[in-house]
């Protein structure tokens, strides 16, 4: 089982809609997660960070972390073509920070 | 205001031949990474650095050294490079249990 999974995709979505994109994590004692954009050939960026249970709202984008299920989650309302790029899930554990696959998005105008 | 700065960006090697990629940051992390980026399979950790003086193995180490060479600076050094290890590399650095913060990447091609 990999550290950090996450469904590779494409996932299509019209411009307007709402996108979802799910992490799911092995390692128990995580702390941190974060999600991270990518537009291709470029370095990833962090969209956000999420530490506790719970909802963390930011603008357009919103972070769901459950710990006891082991899962992070991403919402993107009001999707946008510029939104189109790779998001990457990214948890810390135990001294480094490990990354998913990535899912791709694509939002279609 | 520089973050993390790698050099190369771009770089052609013949198989066998030697490389060291630079990586330093300017925001007194203490954690620094090494990742390689292939289409489908997102970043892969070759080693890491969880502080001046240590240095880990990740996923994918096999074929790479690496050297804290202090807190700024964490370089990358193929020895033999190989066609398999064409890839994106990218640097990284964060404090513990913070957002990591990335280079601009290395495009590596070797023929």
């Known amino acids: 089982q990999k550290e950090v999974e996450q469904n590779s995709g494409p996932l299509s979505v019209p411009e307007g809609a709402i996108a979802s994109l799910n992490c799911t994590y092995s390692?128990?004692?995580?702390?941190?997660f974060f999600w991270y954009r990518q537009y291709s050939g470029k370095s990833p960026e962090l969209i956000m960070s999420?530490?506790?249970?719970g909802d963390k709202e930011d603008g357009r984008f919103t972070a769901q972390l459950n710990k006891a299920s082991q899962y992070v989650s991403l919402l993107i309302r009001d999707s946008q073509p510029s939104d189109s790029a790779t998001y990457l899930c990214?948890?810390?554990?135990?001294?480094?920070?490990?990354f998913g696959t990535g899912t791709k998005l694509q939002v279609i105008p | 205001n520089a973050g993390v700065t790698q050099t190369p960006k771009f770089q052609v090697l013949k198989t066998g031949q030697s490389m060291t990629l630079q990586c330093a940051q300017d925001?007194?992390?203490?954690?620094m990474y090494w990742y390689r980026q292939d289409p489908g399979m997102g970043l892969r950790l070759i080693y890491y650095?969880?502080?001046?003086?240590?240095?880990d193995k990740g996923e994918v180490p096999n074929g790479y050294n690496v050297s804290r060479l202090n807190k700024r600076e964490f370089s990358l050094r193929l020895e033999s490079a190989a066609p398999s290890q064409t890839s994106v590399y990218f640097c990284?650095?964060?404090?513990?249990?913070?957002?990591?913060?990335f280079g601009q990447g290395t495009r590596l091609t070797v023929v």
């Open positions: 990214a948890v810390i554990g135990y001294q480094k920070v490990t």
């Open positions: 999420i530490y506790s249970n």
């Open positions: 650095s969880a502080s001046e003086g240590t240095t």
């Open positions: 390692d128990r004692v995580s702390q941190s």
């Open positions: 925001m007194n992390h203490n954690s």
């Open positions: 990284a650095s964060s404090e513990s249990k913070t957002e990591a913060f």
